[in-house]
């Protein structure tokens, strides 16, 4: 891990301050988006095998189902999620990750890492 932060570390020091201010700034669409209520909860739910809807309202603990629907939909449209509608009786619909949410994901879970860092060193 340490040997990626330097790797980081040596490419941030060769940019121009202008270009990385801009790069730095465009986390805000990061947290933006990590920002959307349940937009944690239900692409954790979707990796643990929680596709359709059903599981999903059960296993997200306190959305509503009109807020999960609402919620879907949007990530439906900003390509976090693909909705798949499954033929055969009876019909179903599940939801998976794309790649983009895919890589929304692995940040996710690199914060938890060092979140989990953070209390072992806080509370040394």
């Known amino acids: 891990m340490s040997e990626n932060i ?3 570390l040596k490419e941030v ?3 121009d301050v202008h270009v990385l201010c801009r790069e730095v700034m ?4 990061t947290m933006d988006m990590l920002r959307s209520k349940w937009t944690v909860e239900i692409l954790t739910a979707i990796i ?3 596709t359709r ?3 999903m ?5 306190g959305i509503s189902e009109k807020v999960l629907t609402e919620r879907l939909r949007q990530m439906v449209d900003e390509r976090l999620i693909e909705r798949h509608e499954c033929y055969g009786y009876p019909p179903r619909v599940e939801y998976r990750l794309t790649e983009h949410g895919k890589h929304l994901f692995a940040i996710v879970y690199q914060m938890t890492e060092w979140g989990q ?8």
Not at 117 to 124: A, E, M
């Open 13 to 15: 020091a060769t940019k």
């Open 117 to 124: 860092k953070h209390q072992n060193y806080s509370s040394k």
């Open 48 to 50: 643990c095998g929680n």
């Open 6 to 8: 330097d790797e980081i």
């Open 53 to 55: 809807f059903k599981d």
């Open 26 to 29: 465009s986390i805000t669409d």
């Open 57 to 61: 309202a059960s296993s997200v603990k």
